[in-house]
């Protein structure tokens, strides 16, 4: 079978199996924040990316996430249960193929968007497991993407962890030489502040990264917000999935 092949597969195995409650990110400038795909109303960009991450120089250059985990929603608990004590393997499966799809069929989105190639990848290790404890997601992608690309990301001792909701890069450690200039893709599952995925992509950047992509599975929306509550109901309630959506621009891909 031809990678292509593979990818239409892949696609149209997600719209059988999880069609029915996934929805795609949505990138409308005054609807959602054009850094993070938050929901936001007559604005361009959330209080969060506003004042956090857009004065700082060491950040994310890119965002993207395949689809919204909705709290409360199966979405939402598809997201808390691909990692649970007792997984579903249906979780599993539709996590690993959201994963897989955004890093084999948008990765060169993130080259176009960025104007840099993505050389090498990167998890975000949890701060909250023991030390040595590898999180869900890194385990799913090993034998996904080639491993002699990945910059092994690891958390400090509980001890030394500081500010954990902010951009805090020695939070985590850098244990995988950075080549000066590269661009590393980091990938994580859920973007709720974003402060994880800023502090290694800002670690990774003080470790020689140039440009440093985010690619989530979901970004995280919290309907007991009045905003994330009007737009849930009114841009993506009802909303048809598709798996062809760029998750960086919510849309078509970047022209090459």
């Not at 599975?217 to 849930?232: C, G, K, Q």
């Amino acid at each position: 079978m031809t990678n292509a092949a593979a990818l239409a597969q892949l696609r149209e195995s997600l719209k059988e199996s999880a069609g029915g409650y996934l929805r795609n990110i949505v990138r409308i400038d005054g609807v959602t924040c054009q850094m993070c795909a938050r929901p936001v109303e007559d604005e361009s960009i959330c209080s969060k990316c506003k004042w956090t991450y857009l004065p700082r120089g060491d950040v994310a250059d890119r965002i993207g996430s395949m689809i919204y985990g909705i709290d409360g929603k199966q979405s939402g608990r598809l997201m808390y249960g691909y990692k649970a004590a007792y997984t579903r393997p249906s979780h599993v499966q539709t996590v690993t193929s959201l994963a897989v799809l955004g890093l084999r069929e948008h990765r060169q989105c993130a080259d176009r968007l960025v104007g840099v190639p993505v050389t090498k990848w990167a998890t975000v290790p949890s701060l909250s497991k023991a030390i040595g404890v590898e999180h869900p997601l890194r385990t799913i992608l090993t034998g996904k993407i080639r491993a002699g690309n990945e910059i092994e990301v690891a958390a400090v001792s509980r001890e030394k962890i500081t500010s954990p909701r902010e951009v805090t890069p020695s939070n985590f450690d850098i244990r995988t030489d950075v080549p000066n200039g590269a661009h590393v893709m980091v990938i994580d599952d859920t973007w709720v502040s974003g402060g994880h995925a800023q502090s290694v992509a800002a670690a990774l950047k003080q470790a020689g990264a140039s440009k440093v992509s985010v690619l989530t599975v979901a970004r995280w929306v919290d309907l007991a917000d009045p905003v994330s509550d009007r737009f849930y109901k009114k841009r993506i309630h009802t909303a048809t999935y598709d798996p062809a959506v760029c998750p960086w621009t919510g849309s078509d891909c970047p022209p090459p």
